[in-house]
């Protein structure tokens, strides 16, 4: 059983540029968390997908940021017209249910680079 | 919102014990956390406890749980230098949707 898959390991895009990470995760697994890791911090909360369905973006921010979670495929997070302040490791995690008492599996993380 | 502090550094040398704390604001947390996340890797879960418990002991790690002052620490045993690595604490948030809260994590450095 292969563990969260994200891919693609290291991204590096120019500003202005779109940047798409993906996310596959465990088999099973239909609840996908994605966090942003900046520089010497600790990984903030972004948003919670569902199986076509959007849970919790209350760490998203406003403008540029989008996530999805297709009924196929994996979950793809968007970021439109990247900044030098975007880049940071974006982690995904993925959990069978959504309860207090599930535990969440991460992946190795995509590391973005704008330039 | 939401808040979990911990210290940013700790150095132990190789076979002394570690001890990692962690405080944490949201005192509807139900399950706690520990992940480990060593040089560019991603996080891997350590261990976790219940909030209805006080101690919990995995082989050379115990959680310990102060529920009344919001404080959880991690001791490991017998430190080793595949410890060093970044220890992060993660409360379950109280919203219900799963979500952790991170600390900025502790960086543990095991010196021979």
């Known amino acids: 059983n292969a563990g969260v898959m994200q891919n693609p390991r290291h991204l590096v895009r120019r500003r202005g540029q779109e940047a798409r990470l993906r996310c596959s995760p465990m088999?099973?697994?239909?609840?996908v968390y994605w966090y942003r890791q900046l520089p010497e911090e600790g990984l903030k909360f972004m948003v919670y997908?569902?199986?076509?369905?959007?849970?919790?973006e209350s760490g998203m921010p406003k403008e540029r940021f989008s996530a999805e979670f297709p009924k196929e495929g994996p979950s793809i997070l968007r970021i439109q017209q990247v900044v030098r302040g975007d880049s940071a490791a974006y982690f995904c995690a993925s959990s069978r249910t959504g309860g207090d008492d599930t535990e969440a599996f991460f992946g190795q993380g995509t590391r973005l680079t704008v330039v | 919102g939401e808040d979990v502090e911990q210290s940013l550094f700790l150095s132990v040398r190789e076979g002394d014990s570690s001890v990692i704390n962690c405080t944490y604001t949201d005192s509807s947390s139900t399950y706690l956390y520990w992940y480990k996340q060593e040089p560019g890797a991603g996080l891997q879960l350590l261990t976790y406890?219940?909030?209805?418990?006080d101690m919990k002991q995995d082989q050379r790690l115990t959680v310990l749980l102060n529920k009344k002052d919001k404080h959880l620490s991690l001791r490991i045993a017998d430190t080793q230098t595949g410890d060093s690595a970044i220890y992060f604490c993660?409360?379950?948030?109280?919203?219900?949707?799963?979500?952790?809260?991170f600390g900025q994590g502790t960086t543990l450095q095991v010196k021979p």
């Open positions: 088999k099973g697994h239909s609840h």
């Open positions: 993660a409360p379950r948030g109280s919203s219900n949707t799963g979500k952790l809260i």
């Open positions: 406890i219940f909030s209805n418990m």
């Open positions: 997908l569902q199986k076509e369905n959007i849970i919790d």
